[in-house]
């Protein structure tokens, strides 16, 4: 043999492997002390990952089975606790990006407090033409009553300010916002808002709703580094917190490209199943249907919200009967009967999930109609959600258990809401407020999450107000209408699995079984086995997305 066939015969093998494609890649992550929900969704403990290097999850280990003999890397995780990847089944995620970078007034306890650290924010940005900020509730702060536009004046009033109330449904302007948007008491009140007045008829401050509009649409728009940044600290805020994964809720077109932009460029970490801010979103980012799965599982454009009522904090929540507090108010319905089942039966003709925004008992009364109706023509696995079902009259809860409807709610609303709710509702009301025993029994899948920036996104915490229907405080003492509380299963289930299924990702990711995707957090405590106030005081030491490490506690 000569030389040069020597040489040829050497190096033939190296050639081939190239043309095989790139060497594969493993890991094992090792000595674990992991709990999961297994196949049968059931609790099931293990202690090592084998994760392929797309992390997909090659095998589930547990003490005694036999490792792969040489993993590419090994990962030592000196057996400390992990557990799914916690999910969000509603939030806003641009919501919770631009709360962190403008006035975040949702700790103030008192309009005294807010005013102060309104003028402290304006004094510290001197630059900025707007004052924009959230958070404030007037409930939270024992007003009595919404703020005006003369007290905001008296924190910021060289420059237009305009902050959202607590839930997204009310916003607080001061004089001058309310000057460049030509508002004046001949304004008539939008088709589902409303516009508080004085008494001599004049805008008060608050605009309630669909009202909100006629102050936003003069506030100027973030520009695409805004968003890149928003998205940023949102992710940053979200990792921290163990969540790997979100419904967001109300997807506008530069929402998406925000998204796109970081998938593109390799900085979407996390996974985002998204329901767009009404049918024209829907169309423009879906086309025809909703999108592929991109980047590896990490964003899907799954259907559409659609907003039925407003909210209880400002009385926009759609009631079958009076407030308690406000006899004259029944809520504000955004949505005729026909204008609800046209929107709907536009998605569902192209296979869109259908999301539907409805807190009051009239507005889950109306969204379960229009479901019944919609079902006879719209067949096959719709998964038809219904976003909040915080007050449902009892008589109505056992439609949810047709049509594979999906009850989205968020517990620690519960506990938010507790005393307003009683205010708002009296007692006759309160056995059909935040049911979620009584929907599960229904038959319901329950999806949980925390609406956040409404609520802080912190699933642990959530998960012990489902179990107890408890707060912080320990209030009530034995939990407010506890027949409603959830096992610990089912509460788990809601932040993971059941999560999962109610955004078509099952099989996807959220259980960590063979075949999905293995995001996993790394906590400091057995929550299978810790008291509902241990599981609230989770820690979150590591987060991993796809067998990646993507957030470490102290970082």
């Excluded at 796109?260 to 998204?274: N, W």
């Excluded at 320990?474 to 699995?497: D, H, K, Q, V, Y």
């Amino acid at each position: 043999m000569t030389f040069r066939s020597l040489i040829a015969a050497a190096i033939a093998p190296l050639f081939a492997a190239l043309l095989a494609g790139p060497a594969h890649a493993d890991v094992l992550i090792e000595n674990v002390d992991g709990i999961r929900i297994d196949e049968d969704g059931d609790l099931d403990r293990f202690t090592a990952l084998w994760v392929d290097d797309d992390g997909t999850i090659i095998e589930v280990l547990d003490k005694g089975d036999k490792r792969p003999e040489r993993p590419t890397y090994l990962s030592d995780m000196e057996g400390r606790v992990i557990v799914p990847g916690m999910i969000d089944a509603h939030l806003h995620v641009m919501g919770i990006g631009f709360g962190a970078l403008t006035l975040d007034l949702s700790q103030t306890s008192s309009l005294e407090e807010a005013l102060a650290l309104i003028a402290e924010f304006a004094q510290a940005n001197p630059g900025r033409p707007w004052i924009l900020g959230r958070g404030w509730n007037q409930e939270k702060w024992g007003l009595g009553r919404f703020p005006t536009a003369e007290e905001l004046d008296s924190a910021v009033s060289d420059r237009p300010a305009f902050l959202e109330r607590v839930d997204g449904h009310a916003g607080w302007a001061n004089s001058r916002a309310i000057e460049m948007a030509e508002i004046t008491g001949k304004t008539k009140n939008p088709a589902g808002g409303r516009i508080e007045r004085d008494a001599s008829g004049a805008p008060s401050g608050v605009f309630v709703d669909a009202a909100a509009e006629l102050v936003q649409k003069v506030v100027p728009a973030p520009r695409p580094v805004d968003r890149d940044a928003a998205l940023y600290e949102a992710q940053n805020i979200l990792l921290s917190q163990g969540i790997t994964a979100v419904a967001d809720m109300g997807t506008t077109l530069l929402d998406w490209q925000t998204y796109r932009r970081a998938g593109d460029s390799g900085r979407l970490r996390m996974r985002i199943m998204s329901y767009a801010a009404g049918i024209e979103d829907m169309e423009v980012i879906g086309g025809t249907g909703p999108t592929p799965w991109l980047y590896e599982d990490r964003l899907r454009l799954n259907g559409v919200k659609l907003y039925l009522d407003g909210a209880l904090g400002s009385r926009g929540a759609w009631l079958k009967a009076p407030y308690t507090d406000d006899a004259d108010n029944t809520g504000l319905p955004l949505l005729t009967d026909t204008q609800l089942r046209n929107k709907m039966s536009r998605a569902a003709m192209e296979n869109y999930q259908v999301a539907v925004h409805a807190i009051g008992d009239a507005a889950n009364a109306e969204a379960l109609a229009a479901i019944e109706e919609l079902s006879e023509s719209y067949r096959g696995d719709r998964r038809w959600r219904i976003e909040h079902a915080q007050i449902v009259d009892p008589a109505d809860i056992e439609r949810f258990g047709k049509y594979g409807i999906i009850a989205s709610v968020q517990p620690v609303h519960q506990t938010s809401d507790r005393l307003m709710a009683e205010a708002r509702l009296g007692p006759e009301r309160l056995p059909g407020a935040y049911p979620w025993a009584s929907l599960k029994d229904a038959g319901a899948r329950l999806a949980l999450g925390s609406d956040a920036p409404v609520e802080r996104a912190a699933p642990f915490v959530g998960m012990a107000v489902a179990m107890t229907r408890i707060d912080g405080d320990g209030m009530p003492p034995g939990g407010w209408m506890a027949r409603e509380r959830l096992s610990r299963m089912a509460a788990w289930r809601g932040f993971t699995a059941d999560a999962a299924f109610a955004g078509f990702a099952e099989g996807r990711f959220g259980r960590l079984v063979e075949g999905e995707r293995a995001d996993f957090v790394v906590i400091d405590r057995d929550i299978a086995r810790a008291s509902p106030q241990a599981i609230r005081e989770t820690r979150v030491l590591e987060t991993w997305i796809a067998g990646k490490q993507v957030y470490r506690r102290g970082d």
